[in-house]
């Protein structure tokens, strides 16, 4: 039997891997709705942003990272993954960041719950870092939205979105000098 040579199909890797993704979400969306869905992808987002977390402490050579060099870890980690994330403003209370693409592109379309990767990522690395985030998703492509808006909130406060803690053992860096407090 012969190899079909020339079928034009879009299937590679990356295609492969965000449909396995959506087909994950979408069954477990199907079986234990959005909220229950959404908990589970976050474990999954918490321990690929403290790996991720991880790579950039080693690559920097340092033991935590200011919030200036959360925000370009942040937007870096989408680019490498595809996603357009860009920076719209921070300051010493929340870093809030844009987004044009999608790293899961059109599959995301319609599943929320996938966004929790980038919620638990984003609120991983931030308060592994900083002490402290919560994430607020106040716009999303999934939820059919031109692009997303994240605020990564880095103070406690009455805001909406999910909450993040540093991990005890963990120096935190102060939020506004990156310094480890005395």
Known sequence: MGHPVDVKIDLDRDVFLRTLV???????????G??????????????????IDEMYL???????????????ALVDLK????????VIEQDDTKIVLGNRACPFAEKVLGRESMCMMTSNVFGTIAARNLGYASVELQ??????????RVVVHLVP????????????????AGPDTGTVPA
């Open 22 to 32: 959506r087909e994950l979400a979408t069954s477990l969306e199907s079986v234990i």
């Open 34 to 51: 959005l909220q229950e869905a959404s908990g589970y992808i976050s474990l999954v987002g918490q321990a690929v942003g403290t790996q």
């Open 58 to 72: 080693e690559a920097l050579g340092t033991d935590h990272l200011s919030r200036q060099q959360v925000a370009e």
């Open 79 to 86: 680019r490498r993954i595809k996603g357009d994330f860009y």
């Open 139 to 148: 716009e999303t492509i999934a939820r059919g939205d031109a692009g997303c």
């Open 157 to 172: 406060g009455p805001v909406g979105g999910r909450e993040y803690f540093a991990d005890a053992e963990l120096p935190l």
